[in-house]
């Protein structure tokens, strides 16, 4: 850093000699641009004496001793000036100037454009300052942006910069309206009416002092109109900024839709967003799909609205919008199936074979995605788990009868072959369940338990053998498929030509993890081959959504200048959700995952240690215990104190050197060249997850969750299921880090470890998120209100509440029920813990819906607005520096160096690292 430092003031100096060189040829009054570049950058590299005299120099005059010379002498300068005055600190004297600046200008009509931008811009500095505290600032500063957009209407910023004040004044007033507070500051989240007050005499001393009655003037309807005011002008100025930019319109179509699902029903703000659709391309919607869809059941006039737009779209580009209908019409909700459902028939009319075709795709690929064996292996473990864990007798019914729904006819081989070895015992083991629902007897229970632990047991053993899935037995109609008119899934894009599917490989291989995903490819009809992973068991919206934002991302760092030049960006793979619980992921190809590497490395060196060689240690020197076949467990750990748990992971991570990934980058290089420039590679990828893998709170990082690319070196995070620091608020095992940065990762990154690349690349990349945060937030408080991924946003906890209507025996009563027989016991092989990426340490979470004790559906969104609100607020104070702020030795908000120094500390704290799950393998 201090190297950094040094080079800083060396390119300030080198900037001024040139600066005096240049003076000799031409004048600075000649070349006015150029000068206030030059004191842009004296102000960068942190040399504001240098700027100010330059300035000063072509005003002529020094602005500190008396005014702002006339606007026609020098007009950008002056608001150079004012731009100097803010960035060294005085803020109130520059609002000052700017404020009598821009009423100076005001004859001069030849520097409208310069106006505009100059209330822009003092728009955004009372934003800063002051916040929306009160109706007067609020008014205040939304007439300098409207005072923009009227001097320049082909600004996109203007506009946006407009829309977004009259959005950020619908926050501040509905929470006015709904907390019975005037003031709020939306910064800060606190109420600041005595200070706003207490400074009115302090802003103007000609401004009458506050009356009495001002919260009655400010009454609940005057803010509902001030509200529906707003609405209208952030819609008109979000759908002009959208028309003026379209490549620049992601973030302003997140906010337009918020404001569209909101306040759509209100007359005047339907009537500007119809004007608004009318003037921008359908192709636009094209990236929001995903938010229309999980708005399917909003009421009235806004689903009407809803309905008509994604028509257009299935018109225009069916390919974009049938995969997602058909995953909405699998939807459990009435409203979103029924409209799904119309939709797709109206669009039968216009594009028939396309609807049909891929209806059916989607249909036997999802039935692809979980066999027979594996939907009652899955729903017969879930029972036990309700059965023995929960003790709900009524819970496991259910479940029973769930999967008996699901049991179709067979019309494949492979479901036919399961019909014939099960459908006996499973008819058997229905008939007693049906008996003990009607009697109530634990005895009926019991029987139709033997039976359904028979079936579960007997598919245990089949399961490791399909290991490969021959397509013509899962799924004939794949198999036979040929030069369908369906898109190839993740590939479509509506400036390019569309690559239909061609054929399906004839093999699907599984990959034995938890979930049992399947690899497969197809042919498109460009002749190339494109491979998906198959899965399912899981819900991929939300990893869905997570890709978007790593777009908006890779925007952002390739907008930077310097993020730009070391081509710093997050790899993307396309998801495709099929149904609620299923999707396709594009395959990343050239890639292992980091635990598959180390433990091959490992492997292959006899003589070096094992896989499990920490491990070890663990079970060394922790309390002996074992599970029911003798074999010794981790629970002995568990029960240790911080104190106990850190001596003895220090020494696991004595026992071992960790050089294992810096020995694979080596080893796998064909030359010193190459291995350098994949080390560069590593650790910039690293630094870049890091940084944005913080923001958004990503947890799970266990090593089977990062892959490495072989011949770039970069690495490659997915599973994208725990966002919003859902790991850290577990109840058991609890994720105490913001990112993964364990022993081996820094060696790999070589001897200069974090303090070089790692650090540098990271501030970089922090700095570009928090300079657009409000870009960022949009899209994130887009999808933590998305009320199909909702649910998810609330941490799953036990409830102890009994069910109604469920059947309690005593625990004499469940003595005469069969053993467990190892039906819900974990996998104890260090291998298995990796894959499952800590799932032991998961709370189980389901859909409110399936809860046991659910709450009535107000209870439930007014707890997940309350929950989203949280998360919103915690991201933003990441973006702002202020998430350390209650640490002692800190101020309110860190800087970007100081903040990225903290997150790495806490990274590589062993106090946090020694109480993850071993499952994490935190000492590798």
């Known amino acids: 850093m201090a190297a950094a430092a040094g080079r800083d003031i060396t390119l300030a100096a080198d900037v001024a000699k040139g600066d005096h060189l240049r003076s000799l040829v031409v004048e600075p009054s000649d070349d006015i641009d150029t000068m206030i570049m030059y004191a842009d950058i004296c102000m960068d590299f942190g040399r504001p004496d240098l700027s100010r ?19 026609l002498v020098a007009p950008e300068v002056s608001f150079a000036y004012t731009r100097y005055l803010w960035r060294s600190g005085s803020k109130d004297a520059a609002i000052a100037a700017l404020s009598q600046f821009v009423s100076d200008l005001a004859p001069h009509t030849d520097e409208t454009n310069l106006r505009a931008r100059c209330a822009s811009q003092l728009g955004l500095w009372m934003t800063q300052l002051h916040g929306f505290t009160s109706r007067s600032m609020i008014d205040e500063i939304i007439s300098h942006h409207a005072l923009a957009v009227q001097l320049d209407a082909n600004q996109h910023e203007a506009w946006r910069a407009w829309a977004f004040a ?38 103007s001393a000609s401004e009458p002092p506050p009356s009495p009655n001002m919260r009655h003037q400010n009454s609940e309807k005057s803010i509902q109109e001030a509200i529906s005011r707003c609405a209208v002008s952030a819609v008109r100025g979000f759908f002009t900024a959208i028309r003026l930019s379209p490549s620049q319109s992601t973030q302003d179509a997140l906010r337009l839709l918020t404001l569209w699902f909101n306040f759509g029903h209100d007359e005047p703000v339907r009537a500007a967003i119809a004007h608004g659709r009318a003037g921008v391309s359908i192709d636009t919607w094209l990236d929001m799909i995903p938010q229309f869809i999980a708005r399917l059941d909003s009421h009235g006039v806004v689903r009407d609205s809803i309905e008509q737009v994604l028509l257009d779209i299935g018109k225009r580009h069916p390919q974009a919008v049938v995969i997602p209908l058909n995953v909405a019409v699998k939807s459990s909700e009435l409203h979103r199936f029924s409209v799904a459902k119309r939709i797709l028939e109206k669009l039968q009319s216009h594009h028939g074979e396309i609807v049909a075709q891929t209806t059916s795709m989607i249909d036997e690929l999802v039935r692809v995605a979980v066999l027979r064996h594996e939907l009652w292996n899955v729903g017969l473990l879930d029972a036990s788990k309700a059965f023995y ?16 729904s699901k049991h179709g006819p067979a019309t494949t081989l492979s479901e036919m072959a399961f019909d014939q070895m099960f459908s006996a015992s499973l008819a058997m083991g229905k008939r007693w369940m049906d008996r003990y629902i009607v009697s109530h007897h634990m005895e009926d229970f019991a029987v139709a338990w033997r039976y359904y632990h028979d079936v579960f047991r007997r598919i245990e053993k089949m399961l490791p053998n399909l290991a490969v899935l021959e397509l013509q037995q899962v799924s004939p109609r794949l198999y036979a498929a040929r030069d369908i008119p369906v898109a190839v899934p993740g590939t479509y894009n509506a400036n390019s030509p569309v690559v239909y599917i061609s054929s399906f490989g004839p093999k699907l291989e599984v990959i034995m993890s938890k979930q049992r995903p399947r690899k497969f490819s197809l042919r498109g009809s460009d002749g190339q081959e ?12 939300l990893d869905e959504r997570v890709m978007m934002f790593f777009g908006l991302v890779n925007t952002l760092l390739s907008s930077n200048a310097e993020t730009a030049k070391s081509l710093l960006s997050i790899k993307r793979y396309s998801i495709t959700p099929l149904s609620p619980s299923s999707g396709l992921i594009g395959w990343v190809p050239n890639c292992d995952t980091l635990y598959s590497l180390i433990r091959a490395h490992r492997d292959a060196r006899k003589s070096g240690p094992s896989v499990h060689a920490e491990h070890a240690v663990y079970l060394k020197y922790a309390p002996d215990t074992r599970d029911s076949r003798d074999k010794p467990t981790d629970r002995g750990f568990d029960r240790l104190t911080v104190l106990q748990k850190l001596e003895i992971f220090r020494l696991a991570l004595a026992s071992t050197p960790g050089n294992d990934l810096a020995e694979i980058l080596w080893e796998k290089s064909p030359s010193a060249e190459v291995w350098l420039q994949r080390r560069v590679n590593f650790t910039r990828s690293v630094a870049v997850m890091s940084m944005v893998g913080h923001v958004l709170g990503l947890g799970d990082r266990h090593l089977s969750n990062l892959m490495l690319d072989r011949f770039t070196g970069h690495v490659v995070h997915i599973d994208f299921g725990d966002c919003f620091e859902v790991a850290k608020q577990r ?12 022993r ?5 990154m070589g001897v200069s470890g974090i303090n070089g690349v790692f650090d540098s690349t990271s501030e970089s990349v922090m700095g570009v998120l928090r300079a657009n945060k409000d870009s960022l937030l949009a899209v994130l408080d887009a999808f933590v209100h998305d009320p199909i991924l909702s649910w998810q946003l609330v941490i799953g906890k036990k409830t102890t509440q009994a069910n109604a209507v469920s059947v309690r025996v005593s625990e004499d009563q469940s003595r005469n029920l069969p053993p467990r027989q190892g039906v819900t016991e974990e996998k104890e092989e260090a291998e298995d813990a990796a894959a499952a990426g800590a799932e032991k340490g998961k709370p189980q979470q389901q859909p409110p819906q399936q809860q046991q004790a659910n709450p009535s559906m107000d209870e439930f969104s007014a707890s997940i607005n309350e929950k989203a609100s949280q998360m919103i607020k915690r991201v933003e104070c990441k973006l702002q520096g202020d998430e350390f702020a209650g640490h002692v030795g800190h101020g309110k908000q860190l800087s970007v160096k100081d903040q990225v120094q903290m997150l790495i500390q806490s990274a590589t704290s062993h106090e946090s690292l020694c109480q993850a799950y071993i499952g994490w393998f935190p000492f590798w």
Not at 173 to 202: I, N, P, Q, Y
Not at 530 to 541: A, F, S, V
Not at 731 to 742: A, G, I, Q, Y
């Open 389 to 404: 864990d929960n003790k709900d007798y009524e819970g496991t019914v259910h479940i029973l009868q769930g999967l008996h």
């Open 166 to 203: 009259n959005y950020q004044a619908i926050l501040s007033l509905d929470h006015m309206r709904r907390e019975g507070d005037t003031f709020w500051d939306m910064a800060t989240g606190r109420s600041r009416t005595s200070e706003v007050l207490a400074g009115f005499k302090r802003r």
């Open 530 to 541: 494109y491979q998906y992973l198959l899965k399912g068991h899981e819900d991929p919206r």
């Open 53 to 71: 005299r330059c300035l000063v120099d072509l005003l002529r005059c020094d602005p500190g001793t008396g005014p702002l010379p006339s606007p």
């Open 731 to 742: 109840d058991k095992f609890p994720e105490r880090v913001p990112f993964r940065l364990t």
């Open 744 to 748: 081996m990762m820094i060696n790999a």
